[in-house]
């Protein structure tokens, strides 16, 4: 099974509104990170949040974590149709050096 | 500087054929790893790779799998008699170092990999 979990597996939304996504895990871990997927190529790094950290801010997103929940949520504000992708999140349990991925969500941001 | 690159772009293979996959990561990472991409699916980790020390092959689906690296350069992934299920995307990911501030993946855009 899944160490990450995204939710809702897929989003559609107006531009200009706020998409938001969540991610649940299992085990202890040391960082998540999310990261963006355009048309099913390379993935790209959007941002990393600290097993001692809550709340994360870069541009539009903000991330939240919190580990007595095991989950983070990621916040994009005023979206943009050029935010349309796949989200995921990935997450290191605690000692192993493998990130593991979600299956994903699935944002479309329609003009 | 140039990103994480990955060739070819598309395969197209007949089944029972091998394949080989290429990626070339940022010079100076020392952690690569290997990803399987099924359609509309998350990312299967396959091999990951670590300066010199021994690959973790834990991911790897079967014997018919096997990668390469040599020091911190290039790496190939190799699939023997490929079957119609190997269809896929293979993504490649190079990162500083596996742990700690360094450990952000750069991926590459993937192999597109389709078995008749």
């Known amino acids: 099974s899944q160490q990450g979990e995204e939710d809702p597996q897929a989003l559609s939304i107006q531009e200009g509104e706020n998409a938001t996504m969540n991610c649940s895990y299992k085990t202890s871990i040391n960082n998540l990170q999310w990261y963006r997927q355009n048309s099913g190529r390379g993935l790209v790094h959007l941002i990393l949040?600290?097993?001692?950290?809550r709340e994360k801010h870069s541009g539009r997103l903000r991330v939240t974590l919190d580990t007595s929940k095991k989950s983070s949520s990621l916040l994009i504000t005023a979206s943009r149709a050029a935010d349309t992708a796949s989200y995921f999140c990935?997450?290191?349990?605690?000692?192993?050096?493998?990130?593991?991925f979600g299956r994903g969500t699935s944002l479309i941001v329609h003009p | 500087g140039a990103g994480v690159s990955q060739s070819p772009s598309n395969k197209v293979t007949e089944k029972g054929k091998d394949v080989e996959l290429r990626c070339d990561p940022i010079?100076?990472?020392?952690?690569l790893y290997w990803y399987r991409q099924r359609l509309g699916q998350g990312l299967e980790f396959l091999i990951y790779?670590?300066?010199?020390?021994?690959?973790?092959k834990s991911g790897l689906p079967s014997d018919r799998f096997s990668a390469e690296r040599t020091g911190e350069s290039v790496s190939t992934l190799t699939i023997q008699r490929t079957q119609q299920e190997d269809s896929a995307v293979y993504l490649c990911?190079?990162?500083?170092?596996?742990?700690?501030?360094?450990?952000?993946?750069?991926f590459g855009p993937g192999t597109r990999l389709l078995v008749l």
């Open positions: 790779f670590q300066g010199n020390s021994a690959p973790d």
């Open positions: 010079s100076g990472h020392t952690a």
């Open positions: 990935a997450t290191r349990p605690g000692g192993s050096y493998i990130p593991t």
């Open positions: 990911a190079s990162s500083i170092t596996s742990g700690g501030a360094g450990e952000t993946q750069y």
């Open positions: 949040i600290r097993s001692n950290e």
